[in-house]
């Protein structure tokens, strides 16, 4: 009997579904980011598309960057319903909203300041692995010390985090022929651990928090470094991040807050019944990097190019290896291994 | 009245469907068991109210007195028994009763009495022994489905509660009641019952007809009331009487046991999950009695085996504690203390935890002044803690809430031939702890805050008359006014004109001191009447308006026991129910068989529903993240019993929706755009089933079967992305449905190894089939993926078994 009380307690309790719900197409999406670095700056407008399918970009809108004194600024579209305002940056103490106008609609975000404050911030990384059945999978984890200035007024920060790493290319060309450049591979870890902090209704000023992990790959056989973007946010931007994290985490237990629609700051005010998603935000930001080698690495990378009789297409093709991330030849101007 | 025109129309089609099914399904009425008539007369200038029935019960083969024979008294088990000589002494208000001698094993005799004069009954009881498959289990008299004049009124015994399987195989309350029509919950481990469609908070729950406000262990697996110290529930899910009130839904009186003034008992139990003691006897012989339990979860262990690391670095513990103290000053007058004290405590890992405690206590006076009338007086004190607490993050903390409550109420009964009078008043005051955050441990740089909360006092005198002017017409009606006064100190909020209320739109406060702050209140009539057709079949009906000031406040999927509880204030107008039943009720084969058919529906004005992701801890201006709306709940009711025999048990189905739209000249803040959709325990269908199969000796294999619509939830219906974050766009609130809820529990219930002891053992097993129901559904993403993926919860996903082991000794 006692074999059978022990035997039979419970050991999972979540399984998958097949749970069928109504996709709502065409809605819009706008999701803009305006900060202090100067530089490119975009905007992201597009239609929802079928449930578990990205939106699809919309290539004719209209986008522009309003300032409270009175400028404005047109954002170009680039790509598939990307849009970007070159060499600009926000200026303290100025307003910023963001007008869209698609079809004969057109959508306006509420005015922000950029805020004045951020947190010093200390990056560091280490090596983790974690079981999965029978196999052992080793990841990289970017952790942050942060200190919170002291203030009365409350600082609002979230971070995203950006990996570039080299690929050096198989040179299959002669002797009088140049070898290929290498190629910078650039994408966002781990976007979804969304690390927010705030100094609202806490004493304390030192934090230590992770900032996301990322699996060790051969991406690592050669330089990676990674960007990490301190956002200094307002207390609006920074409760819609957290009710985007709210609904992500939501694992559905008695204690969870039920999910609901997260709303956005931009609105058709000609027609308020026409939901937008997304948002527009203003922040300041602050920039750290750190970077490691495959003598950091402490698991065995095997190279795919290396010793292979005939080596896989991603040996010779920037493309190839970046499977639909963002990739260049350009060495950026803070590779520096020092 | 064009809506009430539709409401009846309603009511009398589901009835009228209700009722071909019941016609088709059953077609013969056979007569009601024999009661001898007698009649005692006083002699003339010797007449008074209350006179006593004496006798001694005998068996009848051998002559030999019987004692533990019980005496039921108009469908009611009385508490009292045949002493060791088979004598047995009953006090009676004068008229018309129904008695009826009880004991196992032996044939029950039935008299129909006639109390105008102090009378005495000799019984002898028959042995049973050749014919112990018409074993009986029903407490209450079986006819009492037909006869009794309220409508939706279920009543019930602890030895009827023993015999329905349960988690951790204690005999538990609200376990029971989710098997009956009518009663269901959000999900397992979900504390609170709704009743016909109504939320767990519009229920008023009384020990002893004192407020309970936190009743339930085990995140709700179990309820706070200790099976070895209860005597009986009665709840009324229909007509609330008058002399109940301060909800909107349904009230549930739990009957605690008196300790014996005899001899002292004393039982244990152990289990694989909860262990209990209990003690009682007479402190004075005849004069004072006592009786105390104690029960302690060791479930612990439990957790221990399970293999996940948070899951064996959990901490789950509660406990209560009964007190009941009787005396008899006469036999006129008696006193009565109550003393119940919960404590429970969970901690996932070193992630979250909560706790919740709760402690009443209540004095009751029972006198009789003269000859037909009586008065009751009720004096009580509750109070109620719970805090939740996140040990893991650097800034730990811990959020405390709370409030107590006194309350006090007399009621008077006059009787006189066919015509009882209850009338009386009530009063209870409400003060809520301030809520509270503070750090939870040294290094933590939480900084401490308080949040201030209302104080309210509720008053509500009340009338009540039941009159019996035929054998096959009763008629109950009552009259309630409640009033609400919110009380000073307080700091009330003003909010700018033309917009919704909310943080931003705040413009000022006013300070308010001492004294009345605003005041609600209003009738509230309650009828309800039952006409006989003929022995076997009647008809009941009623109708109630009630007020409800005292509510939860919770953004949760469903209650839970930290949710705040939350005055009526400027902003949080009080809800007003009104709440129709019809029913039709019909026995068969000398009771056999009881089987009824309820309708119901339920208008809710000023039903609470949080905003979207509401922030509602810690919160000065709670109003700002709340709306309220128009609440409606309807369905009808199928209960087959049987009550004798080998297999007894019943088949319950319940066809029930609860619908809510909130009520706004906002639309920016309206849920669904202020359309209908349906509350979280929205669940038409639910099909229970218990048997109870003696199999002699005092053993049973009882089984009870649970089948349910699955309740809704919210899901995604669009996907967008944001700075390269997958984010799913949640559609209206609640518009799908989980899967349809099933589950099987079984229970043995035996006889112990020692011969000579009252022992008894109780295997049970909780969801035979290992089934996992869901609890909720949540998305992820899958790996790498970014498609989102839909899981459900199961909050129980495997077989639960238990075993206890019980002894009872007296002295």
């Not at chain 2, 129309?9 to 009228?16: A, D, H, T």
Request: overall charge negative; charged content about 20%.
């Amino acid at each position: 009997m006692v074999f059978l009380v022990f035997g039979l307690i419970p050991s999972g309790c979540i399984d998958t579904l097949d749970f069928g719900t109504v996709t709502e197409e065409g809605q819009l999406v706008i999701y803009g980011l305006l900060t202090d670095e100067f530089g490119v700056h975009s905007v992201d407008v597009g239609r929802t598309d079928l449930f578990g399918l990205l939106p699809r970009g919309e290539t004719n809108a209209t986008v522009v960057l309003l300032e409270e004194s009175g400028s404005s600024h047109i954002y170009m579209h680039v790509e598939d319903g990307r849009y970007e305002l070159r060499d600009f940056r926000a200026r303290e103490g100025e307003r910023y909203a963001l007008r869209v106008a698609s079809g004969e609609q057109i959508y306006e975000s509420e005015f922000q300041e950029l805020p004045k404050q951020s947190a010093q911030q200390n990056i560091n990384y280490s090596f983790f692995s974690e079981s999965e059945g029978m196999r052992t999978r080793p990841f990289l984890s970017v952790d942050a010390d942060v200190t919170l200035p002291e203030s009365e007024e409350d600082v609002y920060l979230r971070w995203t985090l950006e990996e570039t790493f080299l690929w050096v290319r198989l040179w299959g060309g002669g002797p009088f022929e140049p070898p290929p450049p290498n190629c910078f591979i650039y994408d966002d870890i781990d976007p979804s651990t969304l690390p927010l902090l705030t100094s609202a209704g806490t004493g304390s000023r030192n934090f230590s928090l992770n900032l996301g992990s990322r699996l060790v790959d051969d991406s690592f056989l050669y330089p990676f470094f990674v960007t990490v973007r301190q956002l200094s946010v307002s207390r609006e931007t920074f409760e819609y991040w957290n009710r985007v994290k709210q609904v992500l985490n939501n694992q559905g237990s008695l204690f969870d807050i039920p999910p609901a629609p997260i709303q956005s700051n931009i609105r058709n005010f000609s027609d308020p019944d026409d939901r937008v998603l997304g948002y527009f935000e203003v922040a300041k930001v602050s920039i750290s990097r750190v970077f490691t080698t495959s003598a950091d690495v402490p698991f065995f990378i095997p190279n795919p190019c290396t010793n292979a009789a005939n080596p896989p297409a991603l040996c010779f093709d920037c493309e190839e290896k970046a499977m639909g991330r963002r990739w260049n030849t350009v060495t950026p101007e803070w590779w520096r291994f020092d | 009245m064009q809506y009430f025109y539709k409401i009846f129309l309603r009511i009398i089609s589901i009835l009228f469907c209700c009722t071909i099914f019941f016609l088709c399904f059953t077609n013969q009425a056979l007569a009601q068991n024999e009661f001898k008539e007698i009649r005692f007369q006083a002699e003339e200038g010797e007449k008074q109210g209350r006179y006593f029935l004496t006798g001694t019960i005998k068996e009848k083969e051998t002559g030999t007195p019987l004692s533990g024979v019980s005496v039921h008294i108009d469908g009611f088990f009385t508490g009292v028994n045949s002493d060791i000589s088979g004598q047995y002494v009953v006090p009676l208000d004068s008229g018309r009763h129904r008695i009826v001698f009880r004991k196992f094993a032996k044939t029950a005799d039935y008299y129909i009495i006639e109390m105008y004069g102090n009378g005495v009954i000799n019984v002898e009881l028959n042995d049973l022994n050749f014919q112990l498959d018409v074993f009986t289990v029903m407490a209450e008299e079986r006819d009492r489905n037909v006869r009794s004049a309220i409508t939706g009124l279920t009543r019930m015994s602890i030895e009827e509660i023993k015999l329905v399987p349960a988690m951790m195989g204690e005999p538990d309350v609200f376990n029971v009641l989710q098997a009956m029509p009518g009663v269901n919950s959000v999900g397992e481990g979900s504390p609170g019952l709704n009743i016909r469609g109504g939320q767990a908070d519009q229920n008023l729950i009384m020990m002893n007809e004192a407020i309970v406000l936190s009743n339930n262990h085990a995140l709700g697996f179990l309820s706070a009331f200790n099976g070895d110290v209860l005597q009986n529930f009665s709840l009324y899910k229909g007509a609330v009487p008058s002399y109940f009130g301060g909800r909107s839904a349904a009230a549930l009186n739990i009957e605690m046991r008196k300790g014996d003034f005899e001899e002292w008992n004393y039982g244990l139990s152990f289990g694989t999950a909860t262990s209990k003691i209990m003690v009682e006897g007479p402190l004075n012989p005849d004069k004072t009695s006592m009786i105390a339990g104690i029960r302690r979860s060791n479930a612990n262990w439990m957790l221990n085996t399970v293999d996940q690391y948070d899951v064996r670095n959990s901490n789950i513990r509660f406990h209560d504690i009964y007190l009941g103290l009787s005396h008899k000053f006469s036999e006129k007058n008696t006193l009565d203390l109550n003393v119940l004290n919960t404590g429970d405590f969970f901690q996932f890992s070193n992630q979250f935890g909560f706790e919740w405690n709760n402690f009443v206590t209540s004095l009751t006076s029972k006198n009789l002044i003269t000859d037909n009338f009586s008065l009751v007086g009720l004096l009580a004190y509750g109070s109620f803690n719970n805090g939740f607490f996140e040990p893991s993050q650097e800034d730990a903390f811990q959020v405390d809430n709370g409030l107590y409550y006194l309350q006090g109420k007399i009621s008077g009964l006059w009787t006189k031939d066919n015509f009882e009078l209850t009338f009386g008043g009530e009063g209870i005051q409400y003060q809520m702890r301030p809520e509270t955050l503070s750090p939870l441990s040294g290094g933590s740089g939480i900084i401490p805050e308080q949040v201030s909360k209302q104080r309210g006092m509720e008053l509500a005198p009340f009338v009540s008359g039941e009159w019996n002017p035929h054998e096959n017409f009763a008629l109950t009606a009552g009259l309630r006014y409640s009033t609400y006064m919110q009380l000073g100190p307080d700091t009330v909020f003003t909010y700018e004109q033309g917009l919704p209320i909310s943080g931003l739109t705040r413009t000022g406060e006013e300070i308010f001191g001492s004294g009345e702050i605003l005041r609600y209140g209003g009738f509230e009539p309650r009828v309800s009447f039952r006409w006989s057709i003929d022995e076997a079949n009647s008809i009941k009906g009623g109708y109630s308006k009630m007020y409800q000031y005292l509510q939860t406040v919770s953004n949760a999927t469903g209650p839970t026991p930290i949710d705040l509880w939350q005055l009526s204030t400027n902003y949080i107008l009080p809800q007003r129910s009104h709440n129709f039943s019809l029913g039709f009720f019909r026995n068969f084969d000398e009771d056999e068989w009881s089987t009824s058919i309820e309708g119901f529906y339920r208008m809710t004005d000023n039903q609470l529903e949080y905003r979207d992701f509401a922030d509602l801890f810690l919160n000065r201006g709670l109003e700002t993240e709340l709306i309220q709306g128009e609440g409606k709940a309807f369905g009808g009711e199928l209960m087959i019993q049987r009550n004798r025999g080998a297999l007894t048990g019943w088949l319950a189905y319940t066809y029930s929706r609860s619908l809510i739209r909130t009520v706004s000249e906002f639309q920016e803040i309206q849920v669904n755009r202020g359309n209908w959709f349906p509350t979280n325990f929205d669940r038409p269908h639910i099909v229970s089933l218990v048997a109870n199969l003696h199999l002699g000796k005092s053993r049973f294999l009882n089984m009870h079967a649970n089948y349910s619509t699955g309740r809704p939830v919210t899901a995604p219906s669009a996907n967008y992305v944001v700075g390269g974050i997958f984010i799913p766009d949640f559609g209206d609130r609640n518009q799908f449905r989980i899967p349809n809820y099933f589950r099987i529990d079984l229970s043995y219930l035996t006889n112990g190894i020692v011969r000579t002891w009252d022992d008894k053992f109780n295997f049970s097993i909780y969801n035979l089939l290992g089934r996992r129901n869901a609890y909720s559904v949540f998305y992820q993403r899958e790996g790498m993926s970014r498609r989102l993926r839909p899981y459900q919860i199961s909050i129980l996903g495997a077989v639960f078994p238990s075993i206890t082991y019980s002894v009872n000794f007296s002295k």
